[in-house]
């Protein structure tokens, strides 16, 4: 099978593509602003499936109606280590920038603060949260849902979404875990129908509720919990952390990829000022890490590498130059 072909840019010039195509879509400067910083970290840390590759679902979603290009996130703060904020089916980047300073800072007066978000998009990488968090000395751990696209406790059907965890820890880099409830994240069941490539028995489920290693009849189907019980047991209480301030539950969701209804999905973002239980806490656990890594070859949360180089599918910056041909901007030294 022939190799992707990829296109290689300057970070600074996809920045600039990235946001200038999120404006042609519809996204106004704050929401391009904090998606393009969204997706440009996951592809500097390598995760490719979610970052510009990913850009395409937000700007079908622009177009299309289901995703608020003009949101006005609304925080609310009546209990002091509680922040929720309603996204105003819009980008869940947008919301946790908008109400970032009010968590740390409850954080760091409590020890302990948590923020809900409701009513917005699916969240994209959610280790960058996380990552945010933790850059700034919190220990920090988020979850969110998604429309429905996983079985759970064996059902043949999507009854929930593929409902990420993520916890950062603080460094330099922050070490960060970042995975999916399911056997997979449901993007590379996509990439592969895309490619034409079969997937490992115990990733999904065709549309009959049978098992498959077809990629396209799985898109038909509910992708897998991973661990069986454990899996689905950890999808549900994520999802109902998510939802705390109102988000929908994944069954009442819209479908993300299709159709005008925004999904008005949520996730949860805790953080924790080590500080206030140990102030030794963070130099006790690098010595924890240390002796994983020296004696056993573990890196704990180091699984990501740094990309010097941006480099992105040929069919991925064909789509972003279709965005911004249709706009007024000029953008002629970064498209063919």
């Not at 109400?99 to 917005?120: F, I, M």
């Not at 979850?143 to 043949?156: E, I, Q």
């Not at 963070?282 to 941006?310: C, K, M, T």
């Amino acid at each position: 099978m022939e190799a992707t072909r990829v296109i290689e840019l300057d970070w600074s010039d996809l920045e600039l593509l990235c946001r200038t195509a999120i404006a042609a879509a519809g996204g106004n400067e704050a929401t391009a602003v904090a998606l393009t910083d969204a997706v440009l970290a996951a592809e500097r840390r390598g995760n490719t499936a979610v970052g510009v590759a990913h850009l395409i679902d937000y700007l079908n979603a622009l177009e299309e109606g289901r995703l608020n290009g003009s949101p006005q996130p609304v925080i609310r703060n009546g209990h002091r280590a509680v922040v929720a904020v309603t996204a105003d089916d819009g980008i869940a980047q947008l919301a946790v920038h908008e109400a970032r300073e009010t968590l740390v800072a409850a954080a760091r007066e409590c020890g302990v603060a948590v923020l809900s978000v409701s009513n917005c998009f699916p969240v994209g990488e959610l280790g960058y949260y996380t990552s945010l968090l933790a850059e700034e000395g919190f220990v920090a751990l988020a979850g969110a849902n998604s429309t429905a696209l996983m079985s759970l406790f064996g059902a043949p059907k999507a009854l929930t979404g593929t409902n990420p965890l993520s916890f950062a820890f603080p460094g330099q880099p922050p070490r960060l875990v970042d995975q999916a409830s399911s056997a997979v994240a449901w993007v590379k069941i996509r990439e592969a129908a895309e490619a034409g490539e079969s997937i490992p028995s115990g990733w999904a489920l065709d549309a009959e509720g049978k098992p498959t290693t077809d990629a396209t009849a799985a898109l038909l189907g509910p992708v897998l919990p991973f661990g069986g019980v454990k899996g689905s047991n950890l999808a549900m209480v994520i999802e109902l952390l998510a939802v705390l301030s109102g988000g929908q539950f994944s069954l009442d969701s819209p479908d993300f990829a299709s159709g005008a209804d925004a999904p008005r999905v949520g996730m949860f973002l805790i953080a924790l000022d080590p500080t206030a239980f140990d102030p030794a806490y963070v130099s006790r656990a690098e010595v924890h890490f240390e002796r994983l890594r020296s004696e056993y070859d573990i890196d704990f949360g180091r699984y990501y590498r740094r990309v010097e180089q941006a480099a992105i599918p040929e069919h991925v910056h064909a789509r972003l130059a279709k965005a911004v041909v249709r706009s007024a901007h000029v953008m002629r030294p970064l498209l063919p």
